[in-house]
């Protein structure tokens, strides 16, 4: 796949979405379903300080629910499922559909945590006291 270097950040992105360490896009982002890599066995670039945290999920529920209604809409205005194969059809897809994204949405949002390096601005900053 051809990737432009002019938009680092979408590179970053794609390369996540493919599961690929966002710096070389060689090595393997994931060791597990949802559990990252310490560091690119192809380049070493370190990912074990990126914490995708919510965002992921968030993204995945977005993108799944919306696709879910509409398909939903569209298939009941014109057929008429009884009520357990519409439950049966619709909760089977969105199950699918979470299952697939997931772990592409928690690449894509490794990969741009990595290029905005923004994990690091989070370390660097100073623990706030009791007082605060």
């Excluded at 799944?64 to 519409?86: C, D, N, R, Y």
């Excluded at 949405?105 to 006291?129: T, Y």
Aim: net charge positive; with cysteine; proline share 5%.
């Amino acid at each position: 796949m051809m990737l432009s270097s002019e938009n680092p950040a979408r590179q970053a992105m794609i390369r996540g979405f493919f599961q690929r360490c966002p710096h070389c896009g060689k090595g393997d982002l994931f060791r597990a379903y949802l559990k990252q890599v310490d560091h690119c066995a192809s380049c070493g670039e370190a990912f074990a300080h990126i914490r995708a945290d919510d965002g992921p999920a968030w993204l995945t529920v977005m993108v799944t629910g919306h696709v879910v209604v509409a398909v939903m809409m569209s298939v009941e205005s014109f057929l008429i499922l009884p009520l357990w194969a519409s439950i049966a059809a619709f909760c089977t897809l969105a199950g699918a559909m979470v299952l697939g994204l997931l772990q592409r949405a928690k690449g894509i949002f490794i990969g741009l945590i990595w290029q905005m390096k923004a994990a690091e601005a989070v370390s660097a900053r100073p623990a706030l006291s009791p007082a605060d």
